[in-house]
C-alpha cells in the first residue's frame, strides 16, 4: 500500500541489526570515554544561517532545509561542528582542554547509494584548547582504537597530510591560488591525472615542478619512505617545522600501536577551514569510502565568536562501517545472552510462574513468560524458536515442592532447582 | 551574535546533564531487555500521509512537516506508533508475540513550555500479537520497573481505565455519542466541572445520571475501593467481562510489586484509536504532566494492511521525566568513575607517561594525559579541577625505577607502583 510506504534513503533497523548497532555505539562512547571524552548532545535542526557560516552553497544545496511555521529558515543538521562550535562558544565558564563527543544522527539530500543514506548517525570527537602533536595524536588514536576495539585492527589505513605543509609545497613549485589547488588535490583520486595536471597547469605548476608533484602525489609513504621522497621533490623541506611535526605525529601514532599510518600528499580534505594536520581512515582494500576523517581547525572557532580556539577533531560514519563490518563478516553478534522463558502450568503454575518472572527481571535477568494456551511440549518449541537459552517449568510437581525446572534449550540438559536459591540461576 | 543562536524550544545537554541523560536511556534498555523486549530503530522522516491514518488535523497542525527537495510531502517523526506499526506490517515472518522498544527523538511545533520541548527522546514500547490480562500488565509493569529502576519508586501513581469498560457505562447513561462524550471527559481535570457537565449533557447524560457520573468521575479508586464504586453507580457492571478484566489487572500489577495503581474513570487518553486498557503515570503530588502513557489499540494495524493485530503499548517522554528527577535531587549523578591524569616530566618522562596512558587505555581505564607545559604542582591543580581522581606522575625517580607515583587526588594519598605492576592499578 502506497501510504505506509517508507521514503528512500533511509532505513529501518528491525533487532537483529539493532544488536550489533547498538554493541557499536556503545564501544565508540566507552573508547571516547578511555580517552577522555565527556559526552553532548544538541538539537537536530538549527538556523541554516549557521552552516552558511563555515560551508559553501555546495553543502546548502544538500540539506533537509525548510521554513518552519513561524516563516525561519531552518536544517536538518547535515553536520556535527557547526552545533558543537556553537555550544562551545556559548560556555565562557568552561575548564580547557574541552574534549567532547557525540553521536548525533545527520541528514544529506543527497542520491542515495552504497555508504550513503539520507540519514545516518556520526560517532563525532572534538578537542579543543591545546595544541600540539600529542593533541593532534590523541584524536587520530582515538579513531584508530575505536576501529581495533570493533575488530578491525590491521584492516585499515590512516592517511595524513598537513595542511601547512601542502600550502608550502605548492608555493614553493609555482602555485597562484593555494585554496583552488588544494580543491583540484582534493580530486586526485576521483579524476584522470591528465585532468588533473592541466588543472594544476592552469595554477601556474609547470614543466619539471608539475611531473614531480604529480608523482610525488600518486602514492603514500610510511614512516619509512618519508624522507626519501621529501628528498626527491627536491624542495628543501626536510628541516621546515611543519615537516617535522608531520613527521613525528606519524612517529607518535606508530609508536602508541596503530601502524596502520601513512603520509598522503594527496589527502587534503576539500573543506576550507582545516589549518594543520588532516587526515582519514580507509579499508585497506580501498572497496568503501572514508570510515572517519577530521583534522585541525583552530581558525573556525573565530567566524563563531571573534576568537581563536585551538580545535582537532574527526567525524565517523555508521554507513561505511556497516559495510565494512558485514564484508568482514563482523556483523552478526553472536547471541550468547542468558534468557529464560518461564512456563506455567494450570492456573496455580501460572501465577506462581508470574512472581518467578518478576524476581528474575529484578534480579536484571532477561526474562519472558507464556501467555498463551500452547501445551508444554509447543511451548518449548516457541522458546527455542524464539532464541530463548532456558525454560522454566512450574508444573504441579514443581508447585508441591516449591521448586522449579530448569531446562537448557541448547544442550537439553535440566534440573531442579528450589525456590529458595533462584539467586543461584 | 545572532548567527550562532540556537532555537527557540530546543536543548543543548553539556556533559554535566548528559551523565544522568545516558543512565537514564540505559536504564530503560536495560529494563526493557530484562522484560523481553528487543531493540528497533527508524527514520526520523516520514511522509505526512502516515500519520493521517491514525490522527486527526490538530496533530498535522503541530508537526514540522515541510515539502523535500522532490516535492513530497513529509514531516519529522512526531510520534513512534506509525513507524512501528509501517514496520510490523512490511515483516510477516516475525513471530508472534513481537515485542519491541525504541528511544527515539520526535518533534512537536507547539508553543514550548515546562515538561515540552519542541524535540524530545521518548522511550516508546509495544507489544504485538497476543491479548490477555498479564499481556497488558506486562507493559504497564515495565513502565513502573524503569521508574523504580531510576529511583522514583513510590513516588508515582498508575491510573488505569478500559475504554470498553467506559464505553459501556457511557451507553447505559445515555450518552448518543460515544467518541465525542470520550472526548469530554479526557477534559475533565483541564475544566470546569460546570463546563463538563454542561457539555455532558449535550451527549444525553441527564439528571440522576449526570450526577452520579461527576461524582463517579471525580476520584480514582485503590483496589480496595473499585467494587464499593461500582456498586454505587448502580449500573450492574460488578459481573461484566470487561469490569471482571480491569480489576484483575490492577491486582496483577499490584501483585508484582507495583503498588501505586489506581482505577481512575477520567483516564480516557484522548486518541481514538484505543480498544482496551489505557493507562497514564503521574508524579503523586500532580506537579508535572504525565509521566507516561499508553494502551491498547487492537484495531490500529488493520488501518495499515487490513489485518488486525492485537497490539498494546507505552510512550515515555524524557522532558518531564527530567522535571521529576530534578525535582527530587535525583539528577545528579554521583561521580565515582576512577581516572587517570597522566603527568610526565621531561622529554623521557612525557615519552614514558605517554605509554602509559594507552596502556591503561588499552585496559578500559579512563585516562587522560598533561599536554600543556605547566609545573607539577599546578598539573595537579588542573587534574583536580578536572575531577580526575588519580594522578599518575612519571618524572626523574620513576624513570629510573621504571615505576610510577599514583595520587589519589581526593585523600592526597600517594604510593610508588613497579611498572610491570599496571594491572593492579
New interface residues.
Partial sequence: ?S?????RG??????ED??K??QIFSIM???A????F??????????L??YK?KSGDELLKQT?N????SN?E?T?IPEATPST???L???KDL?K?V??YNIP?L?R?EEPQSGRN??HYQFNVDYFG?T?V??DV?VI?LAC?TLDRLGLKNMYTVRINDRNLMEKILTKIGSQNIPSSISVIDHFRKESVESIKEKLAREGINGENLEKFIEFLSRSYPLSDIDEAFDKIGLELLNDRDYKEMRSELQ?IY???YENVVYDPSTVRGLSYYTGIVFEGFDNEGKFRSIFGGGRYDRLSSL??GQETPAVGFGMGDAVLENLLREKGLWQVENTEV?YFVIGMGKEG?KRA??IL?D???M??????E??DRNISNSLK?AS??NFSHAIIVGEKELKENSITVKNLNSGEQKMLSLNNLSEL
Fill in positions: 500500500m501510504k505506509i510506504e517508507k521514503l533511509f532505513k529501518d533497523y528491525y533487532p539493532m544488536q548497532r547498538e562512547r566507552e573508547t570515554r578511555n580517552f577522555g565527556l559526552p553532548i548532545d544538541y538539537p537536530s535542526i538549527e538556523l544561517e549557521i557560516i533537509y525548510f521554513r518552519d511555521k525561519r531552518v536538518l562550535m556553537r555550544m562558544v556559548a560556555r575548564i582542554p574534549k567532547w544522527k541528514w539530500y539520507r540519514e591545546e600540539g600529542e593533541v590523541e588514536a582504537e607518535s609508536d602508541k600501536g563563531f565568536e534468557s501460572k508470574g512472581n518478576y528474575l527481571r529484578r536484571k535477568k532477561t526474562a519472558s513468560m501467555n498463551s516457541h524458536s524464539m
